[in-house]
C-alpha cells in the first residue's frame, strides 16, 4: 500500500493512472459501440432489445460494471487533482504567451473537454441506464426510449457535440497515454497516429451516427 | 532598428513587477538580443538608471544561463536558438516586442529577467550523475556502446538546463529537461547501474520542487533550443515504470 501511496503521490506516477484508465476506458467505448450497433438492425428493435434486457442479467457484465465506474472515478479524479497541481506550478502568469505556437489545442483543452464529456455522461446515465435499470416497467422496450430521446433535436444535438468533444478528448488522449507508457518511440509514432484516428475518429463518428440515423429517418 | 520594449521590471523577490516601455534606438539587425538590451543599459546608464538585470555567461547558446520570454515565446520566436543567439534582424523594424522572466512557482524572479533555477540544480544533485569515478577516456572498445546509443545519449546530453521547457509549458513542467539527463545515462553502460533509483530520485525531486506535471503538449520540443525531442519524454516514462515495477 506504501508503494501504492508513493507511486500515486508522484507526477508520473498519476499520469500513468490517468493513462491506463483512459486506454480501459477507450477498450470499453469500442465494446459499447459495436454492441449498440445492433440498433441498425431492420427488426424492429427486437435484436436490440434483446440485447438490453440479456445484458444486465449476466453476473459478470454486473462486476465489469462496477469496475468500469470505479476507473471513471479514479481518471476523472486523478486528472482533476493534476489539473489543479498544474495550475499552481507556474504561479503568476504571463502577460502574453503564444500558446498556438507551440502545441496544438486539442491538448491543452483536455480539462474542458473532458468536464464537458462528464456532464453528457452524467445526462446520458440518467436517460438510458438509470432509467432500464431503476426505472423500468413492464413492456419496457429499450429500442423505443433510444428513438424517442434521439427523435428529439435538442437531445440529438446535444449527443452529437458530445461525441464531437470525445473525439476532441481522445485525439490527444490516446497518443499522450502511449508517450506516458513509454511506447510512442520514434518507430512507433506514425502507428500511433494511425490506431489514434479510429479511435478519436471513428469511435465518436460510430455514436454519433445513431442520433443521426432517428433525426435524419423517423 | 528601432524598438519599443516592454520590459518587466522587479524590483526583488518579494515586491510586484510591472512592465516598463524602452526605446531601443540604432539597433544594428546582426546584434543579438542581448547586445540590444546591453545598447538600452547603456543608455540607462547614462541617464543614471537602474539597469535591467537579465542572466547571460557563454552568449554563444552553450551555457543555459540566458533564457527570456520574448512576445510570448520562450527565447523568441526562432526554433532552436537561445536568447543570446537570437539575431534583431527577426524581428520587424519599428514594432514593440514584450519581454517577461520565466515564470514558475519553481523559478522565482530575484530581479527584473533573472529568475533562481537552483531547483534544476537540486534535480541534478538528486541523480543526474554516475556515482563512481569512470577515470579519464577509456580504450575505444573497452566498454562497447552501440552507435545508435552513443548518437542518441549525445543528443540527450545537448540538454544546457536552460528552463526553457519548463517555462514555455502550460504546466510548467521540466520532463524534457529531466527525460534528457534521464536517457543521456539510461542509454549509456556508466549510467546502467544507477538507472532505477536515478529516474526515481529525479521525479521525486522535480515535484518537491513544485513543477507542473507533464501533459504531453510537446510545447517544450518546439522551444528547446537544443531541439531535444520528446521521444526522451516517452524512454524516461519507461525507465520510471521499469523501476517501480520490473
Known amino acids: ?218 | 532598428m528601432n524598438f519599443t520594449l516592454k520590459i518587466w521590471r522587479q524590483q526583488n523577490r518579494t515586491s510586484k513587477g510591472k512592465f516598463i516601455e524602452y526605446q531601443a534606438i540604432n539597433i544594428s539587425p546582426d546584434m543579438s538580443f542581448l547586445e540590444m538590451l546591453d545598447a538600452v543599459n547603456r543608455d540607462l546608464t547614462k541617464k543614471s538608471e537602474d539597469n535591467i538585470a537579465f542572466d547571460h555567461d557563454c552568449r554563444e547558446g552553450i551555457c543555459g544561463s540566458c533564457g527570456l520570454f520574448i512576445n510570448g515565446r520562450a527565447h523568441g520566436p526562432q526554433r532552436g536558438v537561445t536568447t543570446c543567439e537570437l539575431r534583431m534582424r527577426h524581428f520587424v523594424d519599428g514594432t514593440t516586442i514584450t519581454v517577461e522572466p520565466w515564470r514558475s512557482r519553481a523559478f522565482p524572479v530575484i530581479k527584473d529577467l533573472v529568475v533562481d533555477r537552483t531547483a534544476f540544480e537540486r534535480i541534478i544533485q538528486a541523480g543526474g550523475y554516475v556515482s563512481v569515478d569512470t577515470g579519464s577516456a577509456p580504450e575505444a572498445s573497452s566498454i562497447p556502446v552501440p552507435k545508435a546509443n552513443a548518437d542518441e545519449a549525445m543528443d540527450a546530453a545537448a540538454c544546457i538546463g536552460c528552463g526553457a521547457c519548463a517555462a514555455a509549458c502550460k504546466n510548467s513542467s521540466p520532463m524534457l529537461f529531466l527525460s534528457a539527463k534521464v536517457s543521456q545515462f539510461a542509454l549509456l553502460p556508466q549510467g546502467n547501474a544507477e538507472r532505477r533509483i536515478r529516474v526515481q530520485q529525479m521525479v521525486k525531486q522535480m515535484d518537491e520542487d513544485g513543477f507542473g506535471l507533464c501533459s504531453n503538449t510537446y510545447a517544450c520540443e518546439v522551444e528547446c533550443p537544443k531541439k531535444i525531442s520528446v521521444v526522451h519524454i516517452a524512454r524516461m516514462n519507461r525507465e520510471f515504470l521499469r523501476a517501480k515495477f520490473l
Not at chain 1, 68 to 83: K, Q, S
Not at chain 1, 180 to 195: A, C, Q
Request: aromatic share 18%.
Open chain 1, 1 to 218: 500500500m506504501r508503494a501504492f501511496i508513493d507511486f500515486y503521490n508522484s507526477s508520473v506516477g498519476k499520469k500513468l493512472i490517468v493513462g491506463l484508465t483512459g486506454l480501459l476506458l477507450i477498450s470499453y467505448l469500442v465494446i459499447h459501440l459495436f454492441g449498440n450497433l445492433l440498433i441498425f438492425r431492420a427488426d424492429g428493435g427486437e435484436a436490440f432489445d434483446t440485447y438490453a434486457e440479456v445484458l444486465p442479467q449476466i453476473v459478470v457484465i454486473r462486476i465489469i460494471e462496477i469496475g468500469l465506474f470505479l476507473l471513471f472515478i479514479l481518471h476523472i479524479i486523478t486528472a482533476a487533482y493534476t489539473w489543479i497541481l498544474n495550475k499552481a506550478a507556474r504561479g503568476d502568469a504571463y502577460k502574453i504567451q503564444k500558446k498556438n505556437e507551440t502545441s496544438k489545442v486539442t491538448s491543452r483543452t483536455m480539462f474542458l473537454t473532458g468536464s464537458i464529456v462528464f456532464i453528457f455522461l452524467v445526462v446520458h446515465m440518467r436517460q438510458f441506464w438509470f432509467n432500464s435499470r431503476y426505472e423500468a416497467t413492464e413492456g419496457y422496450s429499450m429500442f423505443e426510449v433510444v428513438r424517442a430521446t434521439f427523435s428529439n433535436p435538442v437531445y440529438g444535438a446535444f449527443y452529437i457535440v458530445a461525441m464531437f468533444l470525445l473525439g476532441f478528448h481522445l485525439k490527444h488522449g490516446f497518443q499522450s497515454a502511449c508517450q506516458t507508457f513509454g511506447i510512442r518511440t520514434k518507430n512507433y509514432v506514425s502507428f500511433i497516429d494511425l490506431i489514434g484516428i479510429v479511435v478519436w475518429l471513428l469511435i465518436p463518428l460510430g455514436f454519433a451516427s445513431m442520433p443521426l440515423y432517428f433525426l435524419l429517418y423517423f
